[in-house]
């Protein structure tokens, strides 16, 4: 490979700047004409990674299919920041029906446009991870089931925000919850619990199954690109950190989703009917300590004194999914340097 | 009775205060309800609480609409919601603000405290609203700061509460001295 | 204990001082304090050796409810709104079953639209499910009903849904006395069902029962329903022993002499009172019916409390589209030949205040009430999109609608 090596020394990460790329490979958001399909001034906290997530799906999509998109929404944080009536952020056709029917809402939206001969219309269903693990599951199966020709996608920032931080199915062990508190000799969420929704889905042997976080957004818009270029259900699971739920900082958003990655605790990939195609390998591995730190939500774990039992536990989910997924390539895993 | 509305943003703690005002005084042996406005807001938004004081029993539930004192937790707020709606005319208003009060348009009485700078010195985050408290106590007499400290001691682990208390006891001084200042002009 | 406290808080140290075992929960506001509470006191181990299950939905809330009720333990949820519909087909289930389970209602209201605020329109649309219906006006009514309410669940064998105004009682601070450990146990034996699922002795629950018996079997859970109206006077009784504060199903207040009567359910029964002394100060005979038991519907005490009135006026906090009241019609029937008006309000958290009920009683006493009143509702809005409606008929949802037209998009 030719070309000058670049590093990236100044923001610590391996991103590439969109200006170094070939116009065709930059970035939707880096494009003047992108929809904005959620745009300004809604009511979401600072450095919300659902928002972040979700303005980046949707216009993703909205390229993908030159404008022709229709968006359902489940009840959530994503929902409610969205449509203070009688505001609206959204600049697609968006229905919010329930909290545990938006895969069958967006199924049907899916049969009337395939009734009316509308097939260049596609259709999105879109909630937060309780919407989709937990309420609105026995719908997402039977979308998954019947391959509705929907994209699903879950923003996942592992708890129930909306109604003030209480567990889902989704929430990862230790953390703590306004229904699993740290108290007494609990330390938060337990182990053994929850789902893994991506290879639910997986199960279904679906058309297109992908996980993705805020952190590489890149990935993010080409994974949606990907998923509306073909048909049937698919499902699409994007890690995004909430400040408010985790006591993150508000500026630390990308670098906690990318912390998630990096530790192994949250595998990025691609599944192609039932079987996994794509990891995005880990270039520099973190010890979990070093994502669970930055977040209030584990501080139990830190203070008073530091819970190594419970670190290990967790570091071995970590290891569990690397050797799972194989997210560490067998090259050198160390350098600091990519070409573009 | 005695209404209070308290204004700030999310985040700020303003539904504490107003519960913290109303522990205040139902230790002081009257009767006191606080509530919230009640909104989905997040983080920043602006957001109200109220709390009645009366010697009787209360039973109305409606959001306080006419005041005897204004709360303001966040002064960018005056420029966004009305905060002084139905403020009784000789109705106190007490402001998180380190510059001179009449540098903000309010009505001659409102007296000004930089809550924020005394919760960073003393708590070290920008929650305002013990410090308020404490010159809620100074200006309008309605609670002791004793109970007001003995409200923050009840709710706060000890070193925070501690934190909290140093912040109220500095506003109520502050605010004691600026009344006293204004009575002998 | 008395203290200044915050009614979920006070509601979930009832409930746990009730010694609930098993505590299904899925959250949503504004129920959610009162769950987070229970949820901490059984992590702290104080309520040992309850479970608290985090569930997948308010369905499987409750049905985790009827399972560990149908199995011996005493069970517990909380809920609203949404929650409460999402729960509808177990919560018929449940009162077939004849299962105690008690459960708090955060009263919300339902959507479309969504709406997070306080009016009744959830806990009524279940008022035919069988389940008791206690509605309460203070937080420390919230309390004391929930104490009552395990007891008579479990001496007659029905499920009990405590109500409670969403935010105006849930988040409001006030004092609340609570019972002491001891008092509550005398007062509440533990649960023991005649039927449970057990080896020891199997049974089967939950069979088909087809033409030949089934009225008889529903004929039976209106009996015992009824017999709640009988039970509560004594239980009332024995509860007040302990509390000193005394439950009823009916509380008339200065109905003596009043030829204007209110009816109204929970916490808005507050903001009347006041209402009606500010108004018996100016000379005008009003007075207020507090109905704490709405299911079942005590017509005997409702129709003593309205003996002496001329007009009634029906405050309700939820709407039956295409009829208007809900308890107007109970209320009717207790009191057939009485003028009897129906006025909604504070629907969807619209505050009821002091000024429009003054209003609202002027003009009933003045006999100025139409049949039908939507208190402080805002004409120029809905007659501008009635008058665009009678224009074009096309389908669409109302609150769009307007927004649609105010857009300068009357299409
Ligand atoms: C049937 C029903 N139950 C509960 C709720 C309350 N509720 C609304 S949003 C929400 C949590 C949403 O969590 P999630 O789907 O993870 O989205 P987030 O807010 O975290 O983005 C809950 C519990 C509801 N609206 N409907
Ligand atoms: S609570 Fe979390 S998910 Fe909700 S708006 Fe705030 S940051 Fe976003
Ligand atoms: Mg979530």
């Known amino acids: 490979m030719n070309g000058q090596r670049t590093f990236f020394y100044q923001v610590g990460t391996f991103a590439v700047g969109n200006r170094l790329l070939d116009p065709a490979m930059r970035a939707g958001q880096a494009d003047p004409d992108r929809a904005n399909a959620l745009t300004s001034g809604h009511r979401a906290c600072q450095g919300c990674g659902e928002a972040l997530g979700a303005r980046y799906v949707l216009d993703a999509a909205m390229r993908a299919t030159g404008g022709k998109l229709v968006v359902v929404n489940a009840t959530g944080c994503l929902e409610v920041f969205s449509t203070p009536y009688p505001e609206t952020s959204w600049r697609v056709p968006w229905l919010h029906s329930l909290f545990g029917n938006a895969p069958a809402v967006a199924a049907g939206a899916a049969a009337t446009l395939r009734a009316q001969g509308r097939d260049d219309v596609r259709v999105i269903g879109q909630g937060g991870d309780g919407g989709t693990v937990d309420i609105g599951f026995g719908c997402l199966s039977g979308m998954f089931e019947r391959n509705d020709d929907v994209l699903f996608v879950c923003y996942d920032n592992e708890a129930y925000m909306n109604t003030g931080v209480q567990r889902s199915g989704a929430t990862p062990p230790a953390a703590r919850t306004a229904t699993t508190p740290v108290v007494g000799d609990r330390s938060g969420n337990r182990f053994g619990q929850g789902k893994d929704l991506p290879v639910i889905a997986m199960a279904h042997r679906i058309p297109y199954v992908a996980t993705a976080t805020v952190a590489d957004l890149r990935d993010l818009e080409a994974k949606v690109a990907h998923a509306m270029s073909l048909h049937g259900a698919r499902y699409l699971h994007v890690l995004v950190p909430c400040p408010l739920g985790w006591g993150t900082a508000s500026g630390d958003t990308v670098r906690v989703a990318r912390l998630a990655v990096e530790s192994g605790l949250f595998p990025v990939f691609e599944a192609e009917h039932g079987e996994v195609t794509a990891v995005r390998p880990i270039r520099r591995r973190v010890p979990v300590a070093d994502y669970l730190r930055l977040q209030t939500r584990y501080r139990h774990l830190f203070t008073p004194t530091r819970c190594d039992d419970v670190l290990d536990a967790i570091g071995a989910v970590a290891e569990d999914n690397i050797r799972r997924y194989g997210l560490i390539e067998h090259r050198d895993v160390e350098h600091r340097e990519v070409s573009p | 009775m005695f209404a209070v509305r308290i204004h700030g943003r999310g985040g700020q703690g303003v539904v504490t205060a107003a519960e913290l005002l109303s522990v205040a005084a139902f230790t002081e042996g009257r009767h006191a309800q606080a509530f919230p406005s009640f909104g989905s807001e997040r983080t920043g938004a602006p957001v109200v609480a109220f709390c009645r004081i009366d010697t009787r029993p209360i039973r109305t539930r409606e959001p306080i609409a006419i005041a005897d004192c204004v709360i303001v937790q966040d002064p960018t707020l005056l420029r966004h919601v009305d905060v002084l709606a139905g403020l009784r005319p000789a109705g106190s208003v007490l402001v998180n603000w380190a510059g001179p009060v009449d540098q903000l348009e309010l009505p001659p009485g409102a007296v000004a405290v930089a809550a924020t700078q005394l919760a960073l010195r003393h708590v070290g985050r920008p929650v305002p609203n013990a410090a308020l408290l404490g010159g809620f106590a100074a200006l309008t007499g309605q609670v002791r700061l004793e109970s007001v400290l003995d409200a923050i001691r009840g709710r706060f682990p000890a070193s925070l509460a501690a934190a909290n208390v140093a912040a109220a006891q500095e506003a109520y001084d502050l605010v004691r001295a600026e009344c006293e200042e204004r009575q002998d002009a | ?411």
Request: negative net charge; glycine residues 8%.
């Open chain 3, 1 to 411: 204990m008395r203290s200044q406290i915050e009614g979920s808080r006070a509601v979930a140290e009832a409930v746990a001082l009730c010694r609930p075992q098993v505590i299904p929960a899925y959250p949503i506001s504004p129920q959610t304090h009162i769950v987070e509470a229970l949820s901490e006191r059984v992590a702290s181990g104080a309520l040992h050796p309850c479970v608290f299950i985090n569930a997948e939905s308010e369905f499987g809330a409750m049905s985790l409810a009827i399972g560990a009720c149908a199995t011996g333990g005493r069970s517990y949820t909380a809920t609203a709104s949404q929650g409460l519909l999402f729960m509808a087909e177990a919560l018929y289930n449940a009162a077939g079953l004849g299962l105690p389970i008690v459960m708090t209602v955060a009263n919300r209201a339902i959507g479309a639209p969504i709406n997070i605020w306080n009016d009744h329109s959830d806990a009524m649309s279940q008022r035919d499910s069988g389940w008791v219906q206690l509605y309460a006006e203070s937080n420390q009514e919230a309390v004391d009903l929930h104490v009552l309410a395990f007891r008579l669940a479990e001496e007659l064998s029905l499920p009990v849904m405590v109500c409670m105004d969403g935010f105006v009682l849930t988040h409001a601070v006030e004092p609340v006395d609570l019972p002491d450990q001891a008092g509550v146990d005398a007062f509440l034996p533990p649960f023991r069902p005649r039927q449970v699922l057990d080896p020891v002795a199997p049974v089967s629950i939950g069979a088909m029962v087809g033409p030949e018996a089934f009225t008889e079997v529903r004929y039976l859970a209106h009996v015992r329903q009824l017999e709640v109206l009988d039970r509560l006077p004594d239980l009332a009784g024995e509860l007040a022993a302990l509390t000193g504060r005394r439950i009823s199903a009916v509380t008339p207040y200065r109905c003596d002499d009043a030829d204007t009567v209110v009816v109204a359910l929970g916490s808005v029964l507050g903001t009347l009172k006041d209402t009606v002394d500010e108004l018996r100060d100016e000379g005008l005979p009003v007075g207020v019916v507090g109905v704490t038991a709405f299911r079942p519907f005590p017509v005997r005490a409702v129709a003593a409390a309205l003996a002496g009135a001329r007009r009634v006026v029906v405050l309700e906090r939820a709407l039956a589209a295409g009829v208007g009241g809900i308890v107007t019609a109970d209320v009717r029937a207790a009191r057939p030949g009485v003028a009897c008006r129906t006025v909604v309000a504070g629907l969807g958290g619209r505050p009821v205040t002091r000024a429009s009920l003054r209003a609202m009683l002027l003009d009933a006493v003045a006999d100025r009430l139409e049949p039908l009143t939507f208190l402080d509702l805002n004409r120029e809005v809905v007659d501008r999109e009635l008058a665009r409606a009678a224009a074009t008929r096309r389908s669409g949802p109302a609150a769009e609608n307007i927004l649609h037209d105010l857009a300068g998009g009357g299409r």
